[in-house]
């Protein structure tokens, strides 16, 4: 039987044929049949739920200790394998939303003994301030409301680090290009040798051709905004994390958050 078909933004059409156990596709140069339990099909497969999933707002069905945490569980749990082997003594994150996130890597911290997180965002709407303050984990969250990009903003949580601390910083706040380009020239000092700042939802470049997607952010997300920062900015390293732990073939992050991982190699 023929299970399902579709079409990816390269107007190639893929038909899942669950008989011969095969995903069929078909585009400009031809047909191609890829093995349905395989690597190949796996990731054929993901990227297609990706698209689906981003649109159905699968992400705004999850919570995390009572907040709701608008990630994709995936990228959750490779931010975890992170924030473990690097063991930052400050997370710093832009863009606070419901504080899902913040209590998130609070509750990391908590568990490992070790860390504090700092949240930003232009505007922390009053009911999700209330709420992150009167979290037990609050006590592990300072937030900073105020546009991210803006000099006394960035001031602001420079001060909040002290000299010789471990900083991880994740850019999840307007994901346009020229303002996560803003944000990564601002934040990048602060990230320590080792560790990371990561430009999140560049999933934006895939999905522009959704029913919920913009036709503009084929070229204007944050994957845009990476490359032109790394053509400037030699002590960063793009570079997936490697994973812990892999008793599979599969290699490549199930994310929204392609091309994000931003390593610093050496001080700047």
């Known amino acids: 039987m023929v299970g399902w078909a579709g079409q990816d933004d390269e107007r190639m059409t893929y038909t899942i044929d669950t008989d011969r156990n095969l995903i069929i596709s078909t585009g400009p140069d031809g047909q191609t049949e890829i093995p349905l339990y395989s690597k190949a099909g796996f990731e054929a497969l993901s990227r297609l739920w990706l698209k689906v999933g981003w649109n159905q707002k699968y992400t705004y ?52 003994g070790r860390g504090r997180v700092v949240g930003i965002d232009i505007e922390i709407r009053p009911h999700n301030r209330a709420a992150i303050e009167a979290h037990p984990l609050s006590h592990l969250i300072t937030l900073v409301e ?21 900083v991880l910083m994740l850019l999840d706040s307007n994901h346009l290009r020229d303002h996560v380009r803003a944000e990564l020239e601002a934040y990048a000092p602060l990230v320590t040798p080792g560790s990371y700042i990561v430009a999140t939802d560049g999933v934006m470049q895939e999905v522009y051709d959704a029913p919920r997607g913009t036709r503009s952010w084929r070229e204007d997300n944050p994957v845009s905004a990476v490359e032109d920062f790394l053509t400037t900015h030699p002590e960063f390293a793009l570079e997936q994390p490697a994973w812990p732990f892999n008793e599979s073939e599969l290699d490549q992050n199930v994310t929204h958050w392609p091309s994000a991982w931003l390593r610093k190699t050496v001080g700047a």
């Open 146 to 166: 105020g546009s991210s990009i803006a000099a006394e903003t960035v001031a602001q949580v420079s001060s909040l680090v002290k000299p010789g601390e471990t």
């Open 61 to 112: 069905t999850f919570s995390w200790l009572g907040r709701p945490v608008i990630q994709l569980p995936d990228d959750m749990i490779r931010t975890q394998e992170v924030i473990h082997r690097v063991a930052p003594d400050v997370i710093i994150e832009t863009g606070v939303a419901h504080g899902g996130s913040l209590i998130y890597y609070a509750s990391l911290c908590a568990a490992m």
